[in-house]
């Protein structure tokens, strides 16, 4: 129901913005033949409302992947301006959310925007990302909040299968500390995995993994210099393998 209901309201902005762009096309052409046409039809004013309805179709869009335990909307004018007062209770993969907003349309121009942006998500997730998701409140940015939940999701399953993966297939040496930490143990050292995310941009989730090599407090001055690098060549091996082929690559250096 919910899949169908976001579909209908998707085609629905779709045929609106069809039918701008041909109202659109036939005033540019009564322009161009000199033929007579309503002077307050603006080419600008209806480019506006074209991205504005396209905007909306974008954030419908970013739903279209998530499922939902609720959406209700309340619906009031206030002159030229319709105020769609929504909420929506929803989950993408382990994450659990809730937004509340206001979406207000100009019924003159068409233009919309989102205010009073209320986020409340899974505490692991909130804790992770908390800055972002502020910023994203503040701003009344739904769909970068629907961007960090699916990039997150995607790099912390992504991070669990890799370290399952690892532990599973060299038991005697390679060890999960914890969520973020995977040590693989070696004759004379550990080498320690750490696995975090961090946001680039406006709102894409990456993983940050580096690599710490512990070693004997006795001989760690004698390894100054290769120590230092350990991380910076360990970057380089992540651009040209990957992440499972690197992980993969130290393994079979130390086993």
């Not at 004013?45 to 954030?59: D, G, R």
């Not at 370290?163 to 038991?171: G, I, L, R, V």
């Not at 390679?174 to 050292?189: F, G, S």
Request: hydrophobic letters at 40%; a negative charge.
């Amino acid at each position: 129901m919910m899949a169908a209901s976001l579909e209908e309201s998707v085609n629905s902005l779709q045929d609106r913005i069809a039918a701008l762009e041909e109202e659109n096309n036939l005033l540019k052409n009564a322009k161009q033949k000199h033929l007579p046409y309503h002077e307050d039809k603006e080419d600008s004013e209806t480019h506006k409302t074209i991205e504005s309805l396209q905007q909306q179709v974008a954030i419908l869009r970013d739903l279209s992947p998530f499922r939902f335990s609720g959406l209700s909307e309340v619906l009031s004018q206030d002159g030229l301006t319709v105020n769609i007062r929504k909420t929506i209770e929803g989950r993408y993969r382990d994450v659990q959310f809730q937004l509340k907003f206001l979406m207000q349309e100009s019924l003159n121009t068409g233009e919309s925007h989102v205010t009073d942006l209320s986020i409340a998500a899974s505490d692991v997730f909130t804790t992770d990302l908390m800055e972002h998701i502020e910023r994203m409140s503040a701003q009344g940015n739904v769909q970068g909040f629907l961007h960090l939940v699916k990039g997150y999701s995607r790099w912390t399953e992504a991070k669990t299968q890799t370290f399952k993966h690892f532990t599973a297939e060299y038991p005697n040496i390679v060890m999960q500390v914890d969520t973020n930490l995977l040590n693989i143990k070696a004759n004379n050292c550990t080498l320690v995995l750490t696995w975090n995310l961090e946001v680039e941009g406006e709102s894409s989730v990456v993983p940050d993994i580096r690599l710490e090599v512990v070693v004997p407090e006795s001989v760690q001055e004698k390894q100054k210099d290769f120590l230092e690098s350990v991380d910076e060549n360990f970057q380089l091996m992540l651009q040209r393998l990957g992440i499972e082929a690197s992980i993969n690559s130290l393994i079979e250096t130390v086993k």
